[in-house]
């Protein structure tokens, strides 16, 4: 592991002079040398070789850290004793800020979640603001069972005393240099995350597992990358279906590919292209929020609009795309290469006509989306390549087509195309086994294992949630319960009927930036008297990227997202609340939609694996634990009378989930 600019044992730290380590860290860093930045160091340097005087002999130190995943460095990493040291420092300044004190446990957070041989080790998160008046007081373990400390503020002046008090209060083995650097790095971004480091420059292997029990996304990503340098060779048109379980990792296959081919002057151009509204719009903001930021850092000045319009030609609407492929309907695309995230949500026949008819003025239009959006790349008269990433059990919206429609365009106007696919597409919550037959004895056709992405990468602390959730919704409750046995170890799962208490049980488990909020079905409309307005639109980017002290973010848990703000993202602390839309019985779920002032069944068997896939997505949207609100009902109301809701929360209490 050679994650830092520099790295060696304390003695040898202590006796090189500080000009030979600045030169060190100045070599490996990667951008012009800011006068702030060397000023930073040698501070820190000064700092550090004082206080680590007394462990000369003991302990390895390493500058400039890097954590790939949040694309960041840690200032300081020391090994000491039985202690992992994470030294965040703010030279010159005198305030502990809550955006510092979050800073350094997230990478305390990210060592103890990704670090293989930090996993058992006590961490001690240190902010270090060097002109701050004392503020250091206790040390004292987050209640979360996993040897982390709660953030330490200290000056200068306490850091010495912090460091022997920390020793003290930690029992344990001394951690070995050359144990602890060979522990693999495994982490699990979320697709902001994994957006932000991708397009600032590490590699996808850095930014997901590796490990022997996932087939990794570098795997499929090279396999793709075969299949498109293939097709530009052969001169040859191909179409690539990739599935996944849910947060496997599909959408940051997409992103990887449409990264590394992104040369506007080179032949394998390529755009990611997703029909998911709230995605585009969410990595777009992310992606330009981070790059005015990074710049800014490193004395650049940078217009957003300018950044933005970067990030906007690489990230698209699916819908965008079609409307610009419609201008001309002889011209192909820029690009070679489209890839199309979610790509059993694209528009049947009817849906599609419909759409064109009422918003386009196109009253004769006879093309699904899927077999419309392969023409586009059939234009090219040399090569192209469509890649579908495929979600099982995802669709949520009248008109979505399935992958079915895919395989049907492929098969009846696209002959001379060549067919990749994922060996799993043939499974049950794809819904292509029918289609998939009318692909035999026809050629080039190719079944390839690596196409599928296996393990959940969303729920890193329990890789069986995806499955617990198919139990429960298929009423497989003896199953359920030894599922859950194996996921609770971990991942903590809690119900309750007051939403209150969960909020309180939610904030309390989320620790520096973790992402914690509220989410509901789109037809939970008898949440009211709970302050939950499904009808009130919030705005997803606010939500999933603005700050703890922003009304508008996830932080502050009173706007609500649903199934359509959520799906294909994620966040790490879930409050679900189960409105009487889905009820329980013992033989079938009841599918319910409000209108006007009572209940009306649903009967479209379309419209109920709408909803029931709906509280799919919401319940496989928490990477690190869940609580699930099952309000009490009111006899006043008879709306809301109890005996909706009772039912689905006593299934949930014979599953085994623990009420709070």
Known sequence: MNRAFYSSTIFEFLNLSNEEIIGILALSNQFSLEQTQRDAWVAEIEILKKVLENYRNDGAIYLEFSIPRMGQRIDAVLLIGAVIFVLEFKVREKEFTSYAIDQVMDYALDLKNFHETSHEQFIAPLLIATT????????????????????????????????????????????????????????????????????????????????????????????ICKIIDSSRHNKRKSICFVTGVPGAGKTLVGLNIANKYSDEKDELYSVFLSGNGPLVKILREALTRDKV??????????????VFGAVKSKIQNVHNFRDECLVDLEKPPVEHVALFDEAQRAWTLEQTSSFMKRKKSKPNFNHSEPEFLISCLDRHSDWAVVVCLVGGGQEINTGEAGISEWIN????????????????????????????KILEGRNSVNYNDALHLA?????????????????????????????????????????????????????????????????????????????????SPMDPVHW??????????????????????????????????????????????????????????????????????AYRVLLTRARQGMVIVIPEGNDDDPTRPPKFYDPTFNYLIEIGFKEI
């Open 293 to 306: 930021k990074r710049d800014k850092e490193a004395g650049l000045k940078t217009k957003k609009g300018v």
């Open 409 to 436: 365009s492929v098969h009846n106007t696209f002959n001379d195309w060549d067919v990749y696919i994922s060996s799993r597409l043939t499974d049950s919550e794809y819904a292509a086994g029918e289609a998939l």
């Open 544 to 613: 999933f990227l603005d700050d703890k002290d922003d009304v508008r973010s996830s932080y502050y848990l009173e706007d609500v997202a649903t199934e359509f703000d959520v799906q294909g993202l994620e966040l790490d602390w879930v409050c679900v609340t189960w409105d009487a839309d889905f009820r329980y019985t013992k033989k079938e779920w009841q599918h319910w939609s409000f209108k006007g002032n009572k209940w009306q069944k649903i009967k479209k068997p379309e419209r109920q694996n709408y909803l029931k896939n």
């Open 132 to 223: 701050a008046k004392a503020s250091y007081t206790t040390i004292e373990l987050t209640p979360h069972n996993d040897k982390i400390l709660y953030p330490i503020r200290c000056n200068t002046d306490l850091l010495s005393d912090v460091i022997k008090d920390v020793l003290n209060f930690c029992d344990g083995e001394k951690i070995e240099k050359a144990i602890w650097e060979s522990g693999h790095y495994k982490p699990t971004p979320t697709i902001i995350e994994a957006a932000r480091a991708l397009y600032f420059g590490h590699s996808v292997s850095e930014i997901s597992r590796n490990d022997a029990s996932a087939i990794n996304i570098s795997r499929t990503s090279e396999e």
């Open 455 to 535: 393990v959940s990468m969303r729920s890193f602390r329990a890789e069986n949630v995806s499955l617990l959730i198919k139990q429960i919704l298929d009423l497989n409750a003896e199953d359920a319960k030894s599922t859950l046995n194996k996921v609770n170890s971990k991942y903590p799962i809690v119900i309750t009927r007051d939403l209150n208490k969960a909020k309180q049980w939610i904030k309390a488990q989320a620790r520096g930036s973790e992402r914690y909020g509220i989410v509901v079905s789109s037809q939970a409309e008898r949440l009211r008297p709970h302050s939950i307005f499904v009808s």
